[in-house]
C-alpha cells in the first residue's frame, strides 16, 4: 500500500489573504488563510426577502465557522 502522506487538501470555493494573521478561536492556530463556502438558498418562505447566496468563511485548518454573511457575493 501507498503511504498517506497528508490529508487531502480542503475544497473551498476561494480562499483569502487575511492582512495580518488571526487567531481561530476553535484550533488556536495564526490564520494567515480563511476559506470561502458559499451558500446556496434551497429553501424559502415565499414572503422572505433574503437574497438567494451568501458565504462563510471558516478557517482553513479545522473549518470552524468564523462568519456568514447573506447577500453582497457577486
Ligand atoms: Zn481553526
Redesign the pocket.
Known sequence: MSSTPEPAPPSFDAEYVLEMPLR?P??G?E?SVVGVVRLMRTKVNFISMLPRRGHVIV?S??R?ILSAELGGVT
Open positions: 481561530c476553535s484550533c492556530v490564520m478557517c485548518q479545522c470552524w
